[in-house]
């Protein structure tokens, strides 16, 4: 009988575990294709008809989970459709197009699928219409609700030709409804993009 107890004991707590495991209690669940990008593209004409190869994005961010990221109270855990990394990537290059850029992914113009995150990328393209074209990188260091630190790289030609950590923050959001979070989750990307292409040393590579 006490065995029984025991098990039943041990069922409830890995339940337990399994439906609070994430933090925070509350989830806002976080999708690529619901960002639509609100900063105004004119106050960045600078970068309309450029070309970027966007690299894949690096996750290093040790308070954040393979999916999301954690508020700042530890309240909520936003939660993407696909690993975090992957969701900023996508939501950049909605981003830089809204901003009027050509964008292509890493993949273009090569024979083979390239690795490096965060180094070096190798500087021969088969399409040469793209080998000076300026490849982007980001290094995600840290994120919350409020706050992200991360470090972009530009290469053009496989040699590196820019890198700088930034950091980007917003007020805490003024209502716990789920909607609204979203909302503030895709600002905060909002403020991301907008934050680098203000950089003038970002904007001289280009």
């Not at 619901?34 to 961010?61: C, E, L």
């Not at 700088?164 to 923050?169: G, N, R």
């Not at 209502?175 to 950089?199: C, G, H, W």
Request: glycine share 6%; with cysteine.
């Amino acid at each position: 009988m006490k065995g029984r107890i025991w098990i039943c004991f041990m069922v409830c707590i890995i339940a337990a575990a399994a439906l609070f495991g994430c933090g925070g209690g509350t989830k806002v669940v976080l999708k690529q294709e619901n960002y639509v990008p609100a900063f105004r593209a004119a106050d960045y004409s600078r970068f309309k008809g450029k070309t970027v190869i966007m690299d894949n994005f690096t996750n290093q961010a040790a308070n954040t989970k393979r999916w999301g990221y954690y508020s700042a109270d530890n309240n909520f855990y936003y939660e993407a459709t696909t690993y975090l990394e992957s969701h900023l990537w996508y939501c950049f290059q909605k981003a830089f197009q809204h901003a009027g850029m050509k964008v292509f992914d890493q993949t273009y113009g090569y024979g083979a699928y390239p690795y490096w995150w965060g180094v070096t990328p190798p500087p021969a393209r088969q399409n040469a219409a793209l080998k000076d074209a300026v490849e982007f990188q980001l290094i995600l260091m840290s994120m919350t609700d409020q706050e992200s630190k991360f470090q972009v790289l530009l290469f053009r030609g496989g040699e590196q030709k820019f890198q700088k950590d930034y950091t980007v923050t917003m007020p805490a959001p003024s209502s716990q409804d789920p909607n609204e979070l979203e909302k503030n989750a895709y600002r905060l990307i909002d403020q991301m993009v907008t934050t680098v292409f203000k950089d003038k040393e970002f904007r001289k590579v280009f």
